[in-house]
Each structure stands twice: as C-alpha cells, then as structure tokens.
Nanobody, 123 residues
Framework: QLQLVESGGDLVQPGGSLRLSCAAS????????IGWFRQAPGKEREWVSC????????LYADSVKGRFTMSRDNAKNTVYLQMNSLEPEDTGTYYC????????????????WGQGTQVTVSS
C-alpha cells in the first residue's frame, strides 16, 4: 500500500519559516509526481505546489510563488516543502499527495494522501 506521512508543521510568527516533510513508504517516490495541498478552516482544499517525477521540475500556486520551494531526497524517499516569509493566510492543514500522471491542481485527481500536518502562522 502506498503511504505518505507529513511532518514539520508548527506554530510560527509571520515572516518565519518552516520545512515540511513528506515521507513515502510502499513505493518509490521518484516514480510519482508529489503535490502539496492545504486546507484552512472553513475553506476548500487548495493546491499549493507539485514536483514532477521527470526532472524534478516544480510548480507553485501564485499565492506561494517566491516563498515556497519543493525538493526531493531520493535517498530518504522524502519530499520537502520549504516555506519562507510565512503569512497568516498560509495557516491550514498541509497534505502531501501522490499520483503517477501529470501534476494537477484538483484534489480529486490525486489517489494517495497523507494524514496532514498543521501549520499555524500567528503573532
């Protein structure tokens, strides 16, 4: 079974940084596109970023461009999301997801999900 486990969420002040991790088991991570999504209280789940299996190309939502960076560590079978210059609007539960076709911004197209990690940005 494909399993994803997120970690690294925390309470941080505006302008701070966090690094989220998405550890994979049961499959080789580099064979899949990995996406990050987030869901704020009372809001729909939204796409944040994606790293492609081919060439480690990354994509980002407009709201996080220039502040968030995805990377992959194949030796650890883990994907990271480095988040800088955090804003209160970044608050939410962050999920990683996997699919073996092209990156998509629609949550419904991703079959494998982690349990989520909470990120709170507040002064």
């Amino acid at each position: 079974q494909l399993q994803l486990v997120e970690s690294g969420g925390d309470l941080v002040q505006p302008g701070g940084s966090l690094r989220l991790s998405c550890a994979a088991s049961g499959f080789t991570l580099y064979n899949y596109n990995i996406g990050w999504f987030r869901q704020a209280p009372g809001k729909e789940r939204e796409w944040v970023s994606c790293i492609r299996r081919s060439g480690d190309t990354t994509l980002y939502a407009d709201s996080v461009k220039g502040r968030f960076t995805m990377s992959r560590d194949n030796a650890k079978n883990t994907v990271y999301l480095q988040m800088n210059s955090l804003e209160p609007e970044d608050t939410g539960t962050y999920y990683c997801a996997a699919r073996n076709v092209v990156c998509s911004g629609r949550p419904g197209g991703w079959p494998y999900w982690g349990q989520g990690t909470q990120v709170t940005v507040s002064s």
